[in-house]
């Protein structure tokens, strides 16, 4: 049996179960989301699933290129205490898991699937089940679990717990969780685990704890092989001088029994290997380790206990990873060769970690090791479907059937025809580089690709991790010249992460859709500058919105008379607020703005005035807060004057963190007048350009 292409939200339990004598199964393609019940406590039932099986004669299953999200229930974390009648009360995190096999018979592969989640939805363990200390358990044998893109859990990202016999674990890269891949118990053996990466560890909420390799020598004894693996130590979010790793690399929670290690970088800040009991059988060497416990003895003779250096560009982004060492790292060139585990060494020796330099990037999640363009009945089908209509939260083809690349955009009209700009995530993307596009349209319906109008490798050395977000372009009149501003940002020079620039950029070009040449880059009036908006009121000034973090607030700008620079600061708006966007409609100015929350949605505010200097208003909901703006944030307000009508349009950004480029819009026209501003429920919509009148469908 095949289940391909299945979007399926708000199971009542399970988003899909398997039932008794079920073998011979692929599970591909499908987006799993708002599963699980909610306990009596408000938290989630253990164990609810994306993916749930019960029997134990379950055989040969596949769960490949799923995207499992967002469940219904939350799970408690490590300090938090769950209370229920008739039971003790428990730290241990309970609630919602994605795949979940109990006691199996196994031969089973799951592999380049993407789970993530938020704060408020987070699991017990992403991959898992009971029965851990037993012959059995998950995935019981004969199973590989790979390619995988894993994020937050409260306890195990990968808990392959009971027989492990002949189970293999490799590729998988996991942040946002307690403990990396959990092997207490490995009764049978043997298992290995290889070439995967751990990002950012935490027991609770800003607590940054964990370990990569959960041991324990209960009913313990099978061979556990771990090589090539890497723990980062990704920086703090709050810019202090703690990284967020992994705490401790193999030995976490239990003793230690009968494990072997080479080539692994433990770049951790405890202890590398923690051996709680004396490990007769345990041989741990080559290995590049840190940490502040002693090896144990007899261990480790030709290891590595150094730090190591990245090459540049290291990162994670759109599920491709560059974790190579620089050839002037401790462990470059100095692995222990493996036959069938390093045979791609491109140096006089493998080098020590998941990826070998000079190797391409590693990927993982849905789109991982797959073709990045569609083939042709997917194009014609796309257009077919978009044509003269626009659905929100949907994938919007553009005339060649590709979903528009035009992210934290932003439009400007010029005669009949619409130019819409914004940040191309596309998966094929040159890594170094960022990326705008332009799209034309005449009825903001359909939309043609004209060029990637900006195509700029770091153009300041402002570092590997340099970001580019919301461009925004501007058509200069008396210059005629056209000139995009974008927001600029990453860490400062020595620091290893963060959005600590906080500066526009500015680019200019002769015509609207042409090559686009950057110029320079400052912070407005000397303030910081985050999230960037552009606003164009009717006697045609030209205004900058951008976010000032330190001021808790938003500045509205007037630009230079060239443009290339911000002339006045016409207000701060003393709200926290990002994304801001402007229209002035019946004398009254009105502005959108969305709160500090990253990448996550929130609910949206507005607020009114009778001139840009202000006074504003009180800032109140443009949606039903719990719906978080329908899962969108604000980018721009697009005015169409008809000769009937005057029609506002929100313009918003459905952010897909892990899939940037599959990252979706939500536009909709605004129930907008007298001082009152209301997003509706969104639906399929069309707009007549001419008579400015839009037909929603209910």
């Not at 699937?113 to 017990?124: A, L």
């Not at 552009?534 to 509205?556: K, N």
Request: glycine share 12%.
């Amino acid at each position: 049996m095949t289940l391909r292409g299945l979007i399926l939200k708000n199971a009542q339990q399970d988003g899909i179960r398997i039932f008794e004598n079920c073998h011979d199964i692929v599970i591909e393609n499908c987006d799993i989301s708002g599963w699980g019940r909610i306990a009596e406590d408000g938290w989630g039932k253990d164990y609810d699933a994306a993916i749930y099986s019960k029997d134990r004669a379950l055989t040969r299953v596949i769960v490949q290129r799923n995207y499992m999200h967002h469940p219904r229930s939350n799970s408690n974390n490590w300090r938090q205490t769950r209370t229920a009648p008739g039971k003790p009360a428990s730290n241990h995190p309970e609630g919602p898991q994605t795949v979940v096999f109990w006691d199996s018979e196994g031969n089973h592969v799951i592999r380049y699937n993407t789970v993530d989640s938020d704060d408020d939805h987070e699991y017990n363990d992403v991959f898992g089940a009971g029965a851990n200390f037993s012959v059995r358990g998950f995935p019981n044998r004969d199973s590989d679990i790979y390619g995988n893109l894993l994020s937050h859990c409260w306890d195990d990202a990968i808990e392959s717990e009971g027989a492990n016999c002949n189970v293999r674990i490799w590729g998988n890269y996991v942040s946002q969780c307690y403990v990396g891949i959990a092997c207490a118990s490995t009764s049978l053996g043997p298992l290995y685990v290889w070439r995967n990466v751990s990002g950012a560890m935490r027991v609770a909420p800003g607590q940054w704890s964990g370990g990569f390799l959960k041991t324990s020598d209960n009913l313990g004894g099978g061979r556990i092989f771990v090589f090539h693996n890497t723990i980062l130590q990704p920086p703090s979010p709050t810019g202090g001088p703690d990284t967020i790793g992994a705490q401790q690399g193999l030995g976490w929670g239990g003793a230690m029994v009968n494990v072997t290690s080479r080539n692994n970088i433990l770049h951790v800040t405890r202890s590398a290997i923690r051996n709680q009991k004396t490990d007769s059988l345990g041989d741990y060497d080559y290995d590049l380790y840190s940490g502040r416990s002693a090896i144990p003895a007899g261990q480790e003779v030709h290891g590595i206990k150094g730090v190591p250096i990245y090459a540049e560009g290291s990162g994670l982004r759109d599920g491709k990873g560059q974790f190579p060492l620089a050839p002037t790292s401790p462990g470059y060139d100095a692995a222990l060769r493996l036959p069938n585990f390093n045979d791609n060494l491109a140096g006089q020796g493998p080098d020590m970690g998941a990826h070998e330099a000079g190797t391409p990037p590693m990927e993982f999640g849905v789109e991982a090791h797959r073709p990045q363009r569609p083939s042709s009945s997917e194009i014609a089908a796309n257009a077919l479907v978009a044509a003269y209509r626009i659905q929100p939260g949907e994938i919007w083809p553009d005339d060649r059937g590709r979903h528009i690349q035009a992210h934290g955009g932003g439009i400007i009209k010029l005669g009949d025809t619409f130019y819409w700009f914004g940040e191309d995530r596309s998966r094929d993307n040159e890594r170094g580089k960022r990326y705008v596009s332009c799209y034309a349209s005449k009825n903001l319906m359909d939309w043609t690709f004209r060029n990637q109008v900006l195509k700029l490798a770091d153009p300041e050395q402002f570092g590997w991790a340099w970001v580019l977000e919301r461009p925004k372009v501007f058509y200069n009149t008396k210059t005629r010249q056209y000139v995009m501003y974008m927001h600029i940002d990453g860490p400062m020079p020595g620091e290893g992460g963060g959005y600590k620039l906080a500066r526009v950029g500015v680019a200019t070009c002769a015509t609207v859709d042409g090559d686009y040449k950057y110029l320079k880059s400052f912070r407005p009036l000397g303030q910081e500058s985050r999230d960037i908006g552009q606003f164009i009121d009717d006697d045609g000034s030209a205004y900058l919105i951008f976010e000032d973090r330190p001021a808790h607030g938003f500045h509205i700008a007037k630009l230079s008379d060239d443009y290339l620079t911000v002339e006045k600061d016409v207000c701060l708006i003393r709200a926290p607020l990002e994304g801001g966007a402007v229209v002035h409609l019946n004398g009254l100015y009105y502005v959108v703005g969305s709160a500090l929350t990253g990448w996550q949605p929130n609910p949206n505010k507005y607020a009114t005035a009778p001139s840009l200097a202000g006074p504003w208003s009180e800032f109140q909901d443009i949606a039903p807060p719990q719906t978080k703006t329908y899962g969108s944030q604000s980018t721009m307000l697009v005015k169409v004057v008809g000769t009937k009508t005057t029609t506002v349009v929100f313009m918003g950004d459905i952010w897909k963190p892990r899939t940037q480029w599959d990252s979706r819009y939500l536009w909709m026209p605004l129930e907008i007048g007298v001082g009152k501003l209301w997003l509706p429920e969104p639906h399929e919509w069309t707009i007549d350009i001419e008579t400015g009148a839009v037909t929603i469908q209910k």
